[in-house]
T-cell receptor, first 113, second 113 residues
Framework: AQSVAQPEDQVNVAEGNPLTVKCTYSVSGNPYLFWYVQYPNRGLQFLLKYITGDNLVKGSYGFEAEFNKSQTSFHLKKPSALVSDSALYFCAFGSGGYQKVTFGTGTKLQVIP | DTEVTQTPKHLVMGMTNKKSLKCEQHMGHRAMYWYKQKAKKPPELMFVYSYEKLSINESVPSRFSPECPNSSLLNLHLHALQPEDSALYLC????????????FGSGTQLSVL
């Protein structure tokens, strides 16, 4: 079965430090991978996607993600964390002719002032 | 207008009640989705409508009945729910050519007593 895995339930980082939220995938063929963020009491917001092409994908709010085929990873990164980045982050993949987006278990990011 | 609007925001219902959740978007999206999210869990896909036709039903129990009366509206009719159906119900929409980029509403928090 296809899936994405987020090995960390929570990541803590100091404000101003670089952050990484990890995601590994088990998806057949060419993977369609995405990152979403969910702020408290809100729906999810799309951050970025990898379909094909450059392995470094840039997205919203200064986030980027690196696709690594050999390590089957798609880690989310930001050079300098803000307190306002504190939220729940979901890695996801697309399937079913693109109609279906399936989410990982989520990682809570806490940025400490 | 880049919003997906869901009503009501909160709903409490008994197991014998009939209620409906509503979702509206005016972005010209032709794909609309219902997701269910339990606390501290990822959203799980329930239904997908494409051009007002049901294209995916993820084996959802019949006590949940979706309806897409037009391209801007999506309803979820609820009947004889169980307490375990209590969850956050999220509506989303997307452009036909960008199905990975879902626009989510803030959800309806449903409690079944």
């Amino acid at each position: 079965a296809q899936s994405v895995a987020q090995p960390e339930d929570q990541v803590n980082v100091a404000e101003g430090n670089p952050l990484t939220v990890k995601c590994t995938y088990s998806v057949s063929g060419n993977p369609y991978l995405f990152w979403y963020v969910q702020y408290p009491n809100r729906g999810l917001q799309f951050l970025l996607k990898y379909i094909t092409g450059d392995n470094l994908v840039k997205g919203s709010y200064g986030f980027e993600a690196e696709f690594n085929k050999s390590q089957t990873s798609f880690h989310l990164k930001k050079p300098s964390a803000l307190v306002s980045d504190s939220a729940l982050y979901f890695c996801a993949f697309g399937s079913g002719g693109y109609q279906k987006v399936t989410f990982g278990t989520g990682t809570k990011l806490q940025v400490i002032p | 207008d880049t919003e997906v609007t869901q009503t009501p925001k909160h709903l409490v219902m008994g197991m014998t009640n009939k209620k409906s959740l509503k979702c509206e978007q005016h972005m010209g999206h032709r794909a609309m989705y219902w997701y269910k999210q339990k606390a501290k869990k990822p959203p799980e896909l329930m239904f997908v409508y494409s051009y007002e036709k049901l294209s995916i039903n993820e084996s959802v129990p019949s006590r949940f009945s979706p309806e897409c009366p037009n391209s801007s509206l999506l309803n979820l009719h609820l009947h004889a729910l169980q307490p375990e159906d209590s969850a956050l119900y999220l509506c989303a929409s997307s452009y036909p050519g960008q199905r990975e980029k879902l626009f989510f509403g803030s959800g309806t928090q449903l409690s079944v007593l």
